[in-house]
């Protein structure tokens, strides 16, 4: 009867870790396949971003500049504590970015 992994002898035991070798190796690279599918980063609240850039801001900001830097700020209509959270042309009135009305006379 013959054994499958046969190690009572020099070169038993150097195809055994030749096999076991390859067998970590093609382990790895499944591995690596799995690393690129990882999931994207997406920019933070007041974070640096540009308008057409790759790595966008995450799903409820948007890439509005006040002044002359462009940040991840908050949209319309979402929650804030402070003016500079939410984008260019909203104040943050009541805890929620909003527009300013004016009245008209």
Sequence with gaps: MRRLAATDSRRGA?????????GLGLLQAQGGEARKKRKKRCRRLLAF?????KRKC??????STRGEDFQCRK???EPCAEHNECASILLC???T???IDIPVP
């Design 14 to 22: 150097v195809k055994t870790l030749a096999a076991a070798g390859l």
């Design 93 to 95: 009135i009541s805890g």
């Design 49 to 53: 971003c540009k308008p057409n850039a």
């Design 97 to 99: 970015c909003d527009v």
């Design 58 to 63: 995450c799903n409820d900001l948007v890439c």
């Design 75 to 77: 949209g319309l209509g």
